[in-house]
């Protein structure tokens, strides 16, 4: 089965410590995206790549890292600069990167700050 | 800029009620719209989309119009379901440059239908 999957579901991270959230396509996808969801908030973008090797901020960047070496693969680090990381985080993926393009979305990973 | 602005929930509904969840934008140039919707603890489904003015989306039941001359792409069903319990979200996919592709999303509105 085609699809998107996000590990883990849930991740929980100690103060002053990076995490790294995992987000693998076979769908043969040339763009890739993050997403983080708060309550009551609407899906803000984290980062972008629209090709392997390439990779744009989006509205809310700051704390966050990302890699694309794999056109499959787009991992999310959460760094302890990243001061209120709590959070639904979610990975999508298109086609390529259109106004058309359809985003196709993973399950999600819950991030929760012990 | 670009934006999307959507009616604020939670929206309660009857079993076979009708549902408007209205949804406004603002947008450089001819971007598409979509509506997704997200079930509890997962990610987002596409319910239906639209790429230029005038189309009509639809799938389950669920209609929305892409209308220029009032930025509008309100979300429409004849006649809920408790299934069709779930948060709607309206987007935006903008249209030129670095950010071709991205997409903008409202706020999200929670609908619970009552049996």
């Known amino acids: 089965d085609g699809g998107i999957t996000q590990s883990p579901k849930y991740l929980f991270r100690k103060e002053g410590q990076n995490v790294t959230l995992s987000c693998e396509q076979n769908?043969?996808?040339?763009?890739m995206y993050w997403y983080r969801q708060d309550p009551g908030q609407g899906l803000r973008l984290i980062y972008y790549?629209?090709?392997?090797?390439?990779?744009q901020k989006g509205d809310i960047a700051e704390g966050y890292s990302v890699s694309r070496e794999k056109k499959e693969s787009f991992p999310l680090t959460v760094t302890s600069a990243q001061k209120n990381p709590t959070a639904f985080y979610l990975c999508?993926?298109?086609?390529?990167?259109?106004?058309?393009?359809?985003?196709?979305f993973g399950p999600g990973t819950r991030l929760l700050v012990l | 800029g670009n934006s999307v602005t959507q009616m604020e929930g939670p929206v309660t509904l009857s079993e076979e009620a009708f549902l408007t969840i209205n949804c406004t934008y603002t947008a450089t140039g001819y971007p598409s719209l979509f509506w997704y919707v997200q079930y509890p603890g997962e990610g987002l489904q596409l319910l239906l989309k639209?790429?230029?003015?005038?189309d009509k989306g639809s799938n389950k039941g669920f209609e929305a119009t892409y209308r220029k001359e009032t930025t509008s792409f309100h979300l429409e069903k004849g006649s809920v379901q408790v299934s069709d319990s779930a948060v709607y979200f309206c987007a935006l996919s903008a249209d030129r440059g670095s950010t071709l592709g991205r997409l903008y999303f409202g706020r999200g509105t929670q609908l619970t239908v009552w049996p």
């Open positions: 769908l043969n996808h040339d763009a």
């Open positions: 790549s629209q090709i392997v090797n390439d990779f």
């Open positions: 639209a790429t230029k003015a005038d």
């Open positions: 999508a993926s298109s086609i390529l990167a259109g106004v058309t393009e359809t985003q196709y």
